[in-house]
């Protein structure tokens, strides 16, 4: 009997260090998640180059991969599933799903929007009524820079007639520095920032200062949320850590981010002036206390009034699908 009870036990030993070497119960492989940026590599994009450094998506069991380029359709794709997440805007997001496209906003990333109107310094152009009777240029007749505008002449009590709107492409600075216009829609961590290192003096009237539309977040479909919620927990969590420690440490994350945009430090100036640009989307970033990545309603109410107005998408869109806070947590970097 007790040669049988000690047989067993070391039976029982050896079937547990057998059990422990097993290889299914390894580590599980990190799940490959296509991030579509919607635009080039930037030092604007360092919140997430950040996360990706740091081991935050990692930490989620997330390997990212970024996928560049400036896709028109892009939130068709990710309305119908063909991409899981991309960063796009608020006035996207309404267009897609005035088109019943099932995307939704989960993770609200710059808190001021961005679009500004820029002028010389010696135009003494210095708020919206200063605008009456000049010729402003803007890169396009649609577009976030279009929607801003209408939102600042509305916010302003501007009639548009009284404004000489005039499409110049993206040549603001040459437009301004050359006083082809006198006033330039803008983004405020652009072209502002590229004539003030010039040395240029300059006036910006920041849209925001007057109402603030939804601007860039983190996007993706119902499916993904109803299917994989802890896919998209996942992604937010980490992307937040990424853009915490961006605003606490924006140094290390500009250095950060010139591992994967390294022609951005090419010479000295070029470094200089993006150093400027990360410095002045941080000020876009920032929350206070506990909001950090939370969707406000009465900015999306704003943006659909305004979209409605220009006849962008029909009235009555559902404000409450088009976003969810569901996701967003504390973080700590």
């Known amino acids: ?44 994009f360092a919140p997430f180059y950040v996360a990706v450094d740091r081991g935050y998506f990692a930490g989620e069991g997330i390997q990212v991969q970024f996928n560049y380029g400036w896709e028109t359709d892009l939130l068709k794709l990710v309305g119908s599933d063909e991409l899981q997440f991309a960063i796009a805007s608020g006035d996207q997001v309404l267009l897609a799903r005035s088109q019943g496209l099932p995307v939704v906003y989960v993770l609200n990333w710059y808190r001021r929007f961005p679009v500004c109107v820029v002028s010389l310094a010696e135009t003494g152009i210095h708020q919206p009524a200063d605008l009456v009777g000049k010729r402003v240029g803007t890169p396009a007749l649609y577009g976030a820079s279009y929607i801003g505008w209408r939102a600042l002449l509305e916010a302003a009590g501007i009639r548009e007639a009284d404004v000489q709107l005039i499409s110049i492409g993206y040549t603001q600075v040459a437009a301004l520095s050359e006083k082809q216009v006198d006033a330039a829609l803008c983004y405020a961590m652009n072209e502002p920032v590229q004539m003030r290192q010039a040395g240029r003096q300059v006036e910006v009237i920041y849209v925001a200062d007057y109402v603030n539309l939804v601007s860039n977040g983190l996007i993706t479909n119902e499916k993904t949320i109803n299917q994989h919620p802890e896919l998209v927990q996942g992604m937010v969590r980490a992307t937040l850590r990424g853009l915490a420690y961006t605003l606490d440490h924006p140094d290390e994350a500009f250095e950060i981010a010139l591992k994967y945009v390294p022609e951005a430090a090419s010479d000295a100036q070029t470094r200089e002036v993006n150093r400027a640009i990360l410095e002045e989307s941080v000020a876009f970033w920032r929350a206070e206390a506990g909001q950090l990545g939370r969707s406000v309603e009465a900015e999306w109410q704003a943006s659909q009034r305004v979209m409605e107005q220009m006849g962008l998408i029909p009235a009555g869109g559902d404000v409450a699908a088009m976003f969810t806070n569901r996701f967003i947590v504390e973080v700590r970097p």
């Not at 097993?22 to 030092?43: C, D, F, S």
């Open 1 to 44: 009997m007790r040669r049988r009870t000690g047989l067993g036990w070391w039976a029982i030993l050896l079937t547990g260090l057998l059990v422990g070497c097993r290889p299914a119960e390894r580590e599980k492989p990190p799940q490959v998640v296509t991030l579509a940026m919607g635009y080039i590599p930037n030092v604007q």
